[in-house]
Structure formats: C-alpha cells, structure tokens
C-alpha cells in the first residue's frame, strides 16, 4: 500500500507556472504507474497525464499536451506535474494517483489516490 499526499496548488493568474508535487510513502512510489487527474467544480475527474515506474515513458491528455510535464524522482519517492501558461479553465482540485498500468487514463485503473491539492487561476 501507498500513501500519496500532493501539494504546490495555489492562487494564481493566466500565464503563470506552478509545480505540483506528490510526495509517497510506504511501498516505493517505483513500484506503480503514477497519474495525476483533475476535477473541476461540477465537472468528472478527468485524466491529466501518466508515467510509467521508471520515469522513461509519459502519456498525456489532449488539453494539456504542451502546457503540462509530467515526471518523477523515484530516489525520493516524489511525482511532479509542471504547468505552464495556466489558463482559467485550469481551475481543479488535482490528484495524484497509483496503480499498476500505464498510461492508465481511466481512474479506475488505478488503486490509491491522495487527497488533492487546489490550483485557482484567476483570469
């Protein structure tokens, strides 16, 4: 089992940056496939973009492609999710998930998640 916790959300304009983190703790975050979905106020928790175990392969949703790196540091059990250009409709909680199959876009495909960290970008 995994614990996942995210931070790095916040407060922002159109046009900034933010790095999310997803710090893991218990079984080795190498040992999964990570995803982060986001979910935005009355809308379904979409995917956002995988990895697989050792970092080599990355998958990502149509929407973001360009704006959005996905990578991770398996020596510190931590996935990161750079954005860039943020636009308003970038507004979500974003989560952090594992499981054991890459790309994994469906949340079902995965089996722990964190508690989510909130981006806001205010236009």
């Known amino acids: 089992q995994v614990q996942l916790v995210e931070s790095g959300g916040g407060l922002v304009q159109t046009g900034d940056s933010l790095r999310l983190s997803c710090a893991a703790s218990?079984?080795?975050?190498?040992?999964?496939?990570m995803g982060w979905f986001r979910q935005a106020p009355g809308k379904e928790r979409e995917f956002v973009a995988s990895?697989?175990?050792?970092?080599?392969?990355?998958y990502y949703a149509d929407s973001v492609k360009g704006r959005f790196t996905i990578s991770r540091n398996n020596a510190k059990n931590t996935v990161y999710l750079q954005i860039n250009s943020l636009k308003p409709e970038d507004t979500a909680v974003y989560y952090c998930?594992?499981?054991?199959?890459?790309?994994?876009?469906?949340?079902?495909?995965?089996?722990?998640w964190g508690q989510g960290t909130q981006v806001t970008v205010s236009s």
């Open positions: 998930e594992a499981g054991q199959v890459f790309p994994g876009i469906e949340e079902r495909e995965y089996d722990f």
């Open positions: 218990g079984r080795t975050a190498s040992s999964y496939a």
């Open positions: 990895i697989n175990r050792n970092g080599g392969r990355t």
